[in-house]
């Protein structure tokens, strides 16, 4: 049994002059009807006359090369204006002339190149052949004749709109195409950034600790196992970020579990940062991409800790509240160096970004009496 379900995508993978088949055969064959027999336009007023071989023709070239309307516009306008011309130059007056609007219309939408200088020559043909028309003995007047013209002309300005709206949503397509390629590689480049900036900087730290515990064999066994364990984690985190480009594996940021935080505080403290950590509140069941926004913000503070504040007491307080995730990460000026960030700043621009798209609110700076604080409100979207 055939699948009617189907049968417009089968449809559509056809040629398209097959496509255009049916409407040519609509205007062709009921041409030949007695019934509509003088039932198509009729242009100079000159006296209708019964078919015969020259009919067939001028019916042919106006109906069956509207199947070209698409593949050969040019083509199919000029063959349908030729046999409208016979047409009404031999007073058949076919029903099949009503392909004109339709091949101009087709013409104006499809045309590629040339569509001034064939819309010229359509004029200069038109004009002759109301000459001619005149010429057979035509009743027709000058004002009929330019109110034909006028008509025809609507019907190509028509097709020109048609074509200017498709190149106008064909633009919009493409640029929206751009923009989402543009966020997803800025998405990826702030998720390269927060895992390899993090777990770098930890195991650059831990081995510029090790220099100095040759004598303490135990302490340097245990310093060169953290950064061994960093590694591994840096690793497996970016086997996640290429699992998120591969479209097999799905789309979308990973979530974050709660228990990462307290793994992630402990692989800082163990680098030599102390930290303080509390948390507050209960996660919600489902917070979208909440919970690992909060876990970046975290993150991306505790690295710039560990790079610009090494040895600084550094606090770490995560509240979940019903609607939202607040986060705080305040490293006082007490340790080796300025607690003040003093990089490119991407880290925290991509922060903001983050909480931004998630409708939050994001601060970072020195504060009154030394050290730096970063602070983040990030909405979770759970019903109330």
């Given amino acids: ?17 097959v496509r255009d088949l049916p409407l040519a055969l609509l205007l062709f064959a009921p041409s030949f009807v007695p019934a509509l027999h003088n039932a198509g336009t009729q242009l100079g007023g000159l006296p209708s006359r019964p078919l015969d071989m020259w009919a067939l023709v001028a019916t042919a070239l106006e109906g069956l090369s509207l199947t070209l309307r698409r593949r050969a516009p040019a083509t199919c306008v000029a063959l349908v204006s030729l046999g409208f011309a016979l047409d009404q130059l031999r007073a058949y007056h076919s029903f099949a002339g009503t392909a004109l609007p339709i091949a101009l219309l087709s013409a104006g939408s499809h045309l590629e190149r040339r569509r001034r200088p064939t819309a010229l020559a359509l004029s200069v043909a038109y004009v002759l052949l109301a000459l001619a028309l005149h010429r057979l003995g035509g009743t027709e007047t000058v004002e009929e004749f330019a ?57 650059v730290v831990q081995s510029e600790a090790a220099r100095y515990l040759t004598a303490a064999p135990e302490r340097l066994d245990a310093t060169l196992t953290a950064v061994s364990d960093t590694g591994r984690r840096a690793i497996a985190d970016l086997r996640h970020l290429l699992d998120l480009l591969n479209p097999d594996q799905g789309t979308g940021d990973r979530t974050a579990p709660v228990g990462e935080l307290r793994t992630l505080v402990e692989q800082t403290r163990t680098a030599g940062q102390p930290v303080e950590f509390t948390e507050k509140g209960t996660p919600a069941t489902s917070t979208g991409s909440a919970d690992l926004v909060a876990y970046r913000v975290v993150q991306e503070a505790l690295t710039n800790a560990l790079k610009y504040a090494r040895g600084s007491r550094t606090s770490v307080h995560v509240h979940y509240g019903v609607k939202e995730i607040t986060v705080e990460v305040v490293t006082d000026g007490t340790g080796s160096a ?10 925290l621009n991509g922060l903001r970004q ?9 601060s970072a700076g020195p504060r009154t009496g030394g050290g730096f604080g970063v602070q983040a409100r990030i909405p979770t979207g759970s019903p109330s």
């Fill in 147 to 203: 109110v034909f013209y006028l008509a025809t002309a609507l019907a190509w300005g028509v097709g020109v709109r048609l074509r200017s709206t498709r190149a106008m949503e064909a633009e919009r397509r493409r640029r929206v195409a751009e923009d989402t390629l543009a966020a997803e590689r800025a998405r990826i480049a702030r998720e390269l950034h927060d895992v390899v900036t993090h777990h770098v900087t930890a195991m």
């Fill in 338 to 347: 300025a607690a003040s960030p003093g990089g490119s700043g991407r880290g």
């Fill in 1 to 17: 049994m055939i699948d009617l379900r189907r049968v417009p995508d089968r449809w559509r993978t056809l040629d398209v002059t």
């Fill in 354 to 362: 983050r909480v931004d798209v998630l409708g939050g609110a994001f």
